[in-house]
């Protein structure tokens, strides 16, 4: 990070300072919701039209791997692939790839100048400033496919200023309660809002609110549904575990087990049905036997054995237990790694993993919205769950990487912030 003190967009010169201006201009943590701002820098470039095919995913869980999952599956067919995520784990840049690889400073650089030159007096949050530099960038690409990852919610997300080809809601669960409603329902109103009027509506939450079914009837919506319009499941045979995938026209039986939620790369499989760029049984076995995410489910290593996953919500937690149930019986304990964000429900996220850890190391989030170990501990103490509190995220990873025995699992879970930091980690071990 650039030491200097940036205060204008003059002294702007690297990604890094850029990233200091803005967050100086508006701190990532205040969210406002609404499209009005945002809208208004991009009409004035027409930044809202992006080329090719547009598929714009919102949900609570499973955005980053559908999108992974269509991407690789596009590329394997030779097309060109730009996708928008956040957040990022290590490094900035990985919010936007193209065909795969994450886009270099000196590209953002230039479309952030465009975008401050751009919006004149119009004050941006951060995402909503960032979300205008991707679009800018994918303009400038012209990708065959831009596939956009909501932020957050969906119906005043920045990201909903664009006309998608197709909308995806992959799952539907509490979390961001503070912006998008205390319940299913609510949440699952303010997803829809990624839905366009006589739009293809792709719907993998195995159990849909009333609200998003409601909103896709109101809008005359081309809706697919999973286990109605497509239907997936495990099959088990002898030797190994595989799934089959039945859509409209096409089914495939008998494909590798993904490192990946399998309802997700279900779901990605009905968006290509409907754009017809289903793959070959060939591709699809071969990207499925090697997808994978940093930050789900990831091995950092195996012997000590630890994993990372960025499960921060109770639907992503109960998915962390059943993988996590699997690899029990290979470790003689499990040991975890937590640290979260108190804006999220902690009870109803750590509660169901009780029973599969040995030992709780829990540690303090810095910044506004972050959770100190205490309030993680006020939860679990009640539990009778054997707990240790940590107040820094990197020097206990380090310590407690070292002390780790070969037959121990150590899982690093909560928040996108606790992952990231032991990811940088390992990468400064190397």
């Known amino acids: 990070m650039s030491t200097t003190t940036v205060l204008n967009s003059q002294s702007c010169h690297s990604l890094a300072d850029w990233l200091c201006y803005i967050e100086q201009s508006h701190p990532v943590h205040q969210i406002e919701l609404g499209l009005e701002r945002v809208y208004a820098v991009a009409a004035r470039a027409g930044l809202q ?5 547009k598929v714009l ?28 995520s956040s957040p990022h784990l290590l490094q900035f840049n990985e919010r936007l790839r193209l065909n795969g690889q994450d886009v270099p400073d000196a590209d953002w650089v230039a479309a952030f100048a465009f975008v401050e030159a751009l919006r004149q007096d119009i004050a941006l949050t951060y995402f909503e400033f960032t979300t205008l530099v991707a679009f800018r960038l994918l303009q400038q690409q012209q990708p065959d496919y831009c596939l956009i990852e909501v932020g957050l919610g969906g119906r005043l997300d920045a990201t909903n200023i664009i006309s998608p080809d197709i909308s995806v809601i992959t799952t539907v669960d509490l979390d961001h309660q503070d912006w998008l409603g205390n319940d299913r329902e609510s949440i699952g109103r303010e997803k829809a809002g990624v839905f366009r009027a006589a739009g293809i509506a792709i719907i993998g939450e195995l159990n849909p609110p009333q609200s998003v079914l409601q909103k896709a009837t109101e809008l005359g919506c081309k809706t697919i549904l999973v286990q109605r319009d497509y239907h997936y499941q495990n099959q088990y045979g002898q030797q190994e575990q595989s799934w089959q995938w039945q859509g409209v026209s096409q089914q495939f039986s008998k494909l590798p087990l993904p ?14 049905e ?4 289903q793959p070959s049984p060939q591709q699809l076995n071969r990207v499925l ?10 091995w950092l290593q195996k012997q000590p054995a630890i994993i990372v996953d960025v499960a921060h919500n109770p639907q992503s937690a109960s998915y962390l237990a059943e993988q996590l149930l699997l690899l029990k019986p290979r470790f003689r304990r499990i040991l975890a790694f937590v640290g979260m964000l108190k ?14 850890f040995e030992q709780w190391h829990l540690v303090s989030l810095k910044g506004v919205r ?8 006020q939860v679990l103490a009640p539990q009778g769950v054997l707990t240790q509190l940590h107040d820094e995220t990197q020097s206990a990873y380090q310590q407690l990487q070292q002390s780790l025995q070969s037959d121990e699992l150590l899982v690093v879970f909560g928040s996108f912030i ?11 071990a190397k």
């Open 49 to 53: 039209h992006l080329p090719g095919k």
């Open 343 to 356: 804006d999220k429900d902690i009870q109803q996220t750590l509660l169901p993993l009780t029973p599969l």
């Open 289 to 298: 036997a090697g997808l994978t995410l940093a930050g789900r489910m990831q």
């Open 370 to 377: 972050g959770a100190t170990a205490e309030q993680l501990n």
């Open 274 to 277: 409907q754009f017809n760029m």
């Open 418 to 428: 606790t992952v990231s930091a032991v990811l940088s980690c390992h990468q400064e």
């Open 57 to 84: 995913i919102a949900g609570t869980n499973g955005k980053g791997t559908t999108a992974c999952c269509i991407e690789q599956l596009l590329l394997a067919q030779g097309k060109t692939v730009g996708v928008y």
């Open 259 to 272: 490192a990946l939620p399998v309802q997700n790369a279900a779901c990605s499989l009905a968006v290509l």
